[in-house]
């Protein structure tokens, strides 16, 4: 009797302990799903805070380019009114100094005492002046024609809301970008322009002009002392190419995978943004293009832009 109850009492806590072996697998399970459930909700969140942040930083960034923009179309404008009557009264006195030495060259010419008067004019050094007036008055009408186009390009560059697509030829763009960015690396590199003429391309000449800036400056600051930089353009029948080459450090290949993604950068603090090249990225989107980096540490980087052209082109 005793060993029946013995029986009896150990099979019912087989299955008591199997039923609470059970709960336990299914507690576990329960508590292993809740947990997957919860990394993963928590990893969606802190994907989005991430996601969110980055958007905050682009659109303070998008707010400090936008008052950049206003500002420097705010100087572009002052500068333009003073440059303007400076280039104005520069070419008035230059029309007045040739006839001031010519005036000056009769009266010599009126004097009986030429040994005299060769005497009085080399102790003004006034021979020298005078071969020196016509350059100055020259490279000075250049310098403010230079600041002229250069405000004329920034007002430009700097009015790129609302603007409607139009037929531009891609090589006055490329001149425009070539005039704006060659500041930023004419004392440490050179520029070869192989620019095709009469390459009409539907754009919007003020964002594209935004993306040819971006690879120059990014090739000047890549490029070091004696660097060279190429720009060449080229189409077929159906498409524009445009080529920028330059023979600076290159990228490695880790970098290449993530160059156009939103602030990605390798430049030093302060020198860069990261946005520049996800910016053109999207802009040649837009225009229903592509762009196409190769580049090779130590060898240098090329950029090749695919336009089409205006009837393979979607308005």
Do not use: W
């Not at 659109?59 to 179309?73: D, N, P, R, T, V």
């Not at 070539?178 to 192989?194: P, Q, V, Y």
């Not at 989107?285 to 240098?300: A, C, L």
Request: aromatic share 4%; net charge negative.
């Amino acid at each position: 009797m005793v060993e029946q109850v013995t029986d009896k009492t150990v099979a019912i806590l087989e299955k008591k302990l199997q039923r609470a072996l059970a709960g336990k697998a299914l507690a576990e399970n329960l508590l292993e799903s809740k947990s997957r459930s919860l990394y993963k909700s928590n990893d969606e969140l802190s994907n989005a805070i991430k996601s969110l942040k980055s958007q905050e930083a682009q659109l303070i960034q998008q707010e400090k380019m936008a008052s950049l923009g206003q500002l420097s179309a705010g100087i572009a404008h002052e500068l333009n009114t003073p440059a303007g009557y400076a280039r104005s009264n520069i070419e008035t006195l230059q029309m007045y100094l040739v006839t001031l030495l010519a005036y000056q060259k009769d009266l010599e010419d009126m004097v009986s005492d030429q040994q005299a008067m060769l005497d009085l004019k080399s102790s003004y050094d006034v021979a020298i002046i005078q071969e020196d007036i016509p350059d100055l008055m020259e490279e000075s009408i250049c310098g403010l024609n230079k600041i002229a186009s250069i405000v004329s390009e920034l007002r430009n560059y700097t009015h790129v809301d609302n603007e409607e697509m139009e037929q531009e030829d891609l090589s006055l763009v490329l001149d425009q970008a070539i005039n704006l960015a060659h500041s930023s690396f004419k004392h440490h590199a050179t520029l070869d322009t192989r620019l095709e003429k009469d390459q009409k391309i539907l754009c919007k000449p003020n964002r594209l002009c935004q993306v040819f800036v971006n690879l120059l400056v990014n090739a000047g600051q890549a490029v070091s002392k004696g660097g060279k930089i190429t720009i060449t353009s080229s189409s077929d029948e159906h498409y524009v190419y445009c080529v920028v080459q330059d023979n600076g450090t290159g990228i490695s290949q880790e970098n290449m995978r993530n160059i156009f993604d939103p602030f990605f950068t390798t430049k030093p603090v302060g020198k860069g943004t990261g946005l520049g090249l996800s910016i053109s990225y999207k802009i040649i989107e837009q225009h229903d293009g592509h762009i196409n980096v190769e580049s090779e540490e130590g060898v240098g980087t090329t950029f090749t832009i695919t336009l089409p052209k205006p009837q393979e082109q979607n308005v």
